[in-house]
């Protein structure tokens, strides 16, 4: 079975800091998104991985996928309190049934103190 | 343009009623996928159709829960003698083809179940 983990669960930083959230994943899969989620709204996507070594960046989030290592990383620069929010990896296998599907971590919630 | 859409957006339902939520996919995705999330959780797979056919249940906690989509656009997730631990949001998504590497789910805004 699948298993998809992201630390930290929590982070809190200043504004204008840096830091990473990481995401681990247990079989393998050669698709990876990176989706926001604003208290109370739905998912808005942010990043789709399709190889290893693929690198996306907007703006201030870079998003990184390393497949023989199974991680996923989501860099944020300079943070600014826009970026609060919750952030969810996500990994995409093909099912028994032979549909794709994803499997969520359990998503970092994100707060930019001023 | 229109994305996904979902009603209700909140739907608050006494232990035992029965609850129907319905999603609107984007016009002319093939792909349509249930999820359900939990307070401070990830989104948790439900079930798909490609087009009417429902291809994927696996995910259904119970028999309490069924899914439909007979026309192959609009779907609903029916639930039968809710539970407390049916208290969640339940997210909807389409996507435009089945297993290309285009391949992308749209959210809808997700209906919010309280059973009380």
């Known amino acids: 079975e699948l298993k998809v983990e992201q630390n930290p669960l929590f982070l809190s930083m200043q504004e204008g800091k840096n830091y990473t959230i990481y995401c681990n994943y247990s079989?393998?899969?050669?698709?990876l998104y990176w989706y926001r989620q604003d208290p109370g709204k739905s998912l808005e996507s942010l990043f789709v991985?399709?190889?290893?070594?693929a690198v996306k960046q907007e703006g201030r989030l870079m998003a990184s996928l390393d497949t023989k290592a199974r991680l996923s990383t989501l860099h944020i620069t300079a943070a600014v309190h826009d970026l609060s929010a919750t952030y969810f990896c996500a990994v995409d296998q093909i099912s028994n049934f032979g549909n794709e599907k994803l499997t969520f971590g359990t998503g970092t919630r994100l707060t930019i103190i001023p | 343009g229109a994305g996904v859409s979902q009603s209700p957006r909140y739907k608050v339902a006494k232990r035992g009623q029965d609850v129907a939520l319905r999603c609107d996919p984007i016009?002319?995705?093939?792909?349509l996928f249930w999820y359900q999330q939990a307070l401070g959780q990830g989104p948790e797979f439900l079930t798909y159709f490609q087009n009417e056919a429902q291809l994927d249940k696996s995910g259904l906690p119970s028999d309490r829960f069924f899914a439909e989509r007979p026309e192959g656009s609009v779907s609903t997730l029916k639930i039968q003698r809710t539970q407390q631990e049916d208290s969640a949001v339940y997210l909807c998504?389409?996507?435009?083809?089945?297993?290309?590497?285009?391949?992308?789910?749209?959210f809808g805004p997700g209906t919010r179940l309280t059973v009380t």
């Open positions: 016009s002319g995705h093939v792909s």
């Open positions: 998504a389409s996507s435009l083809a089945y297993r290309t590497k285009l391949y992308e789910q749209y």
């Open positions: 079989t393998t899969s050669d698709r």
């Open positions: 991985l399709l190889s290893n070594g």
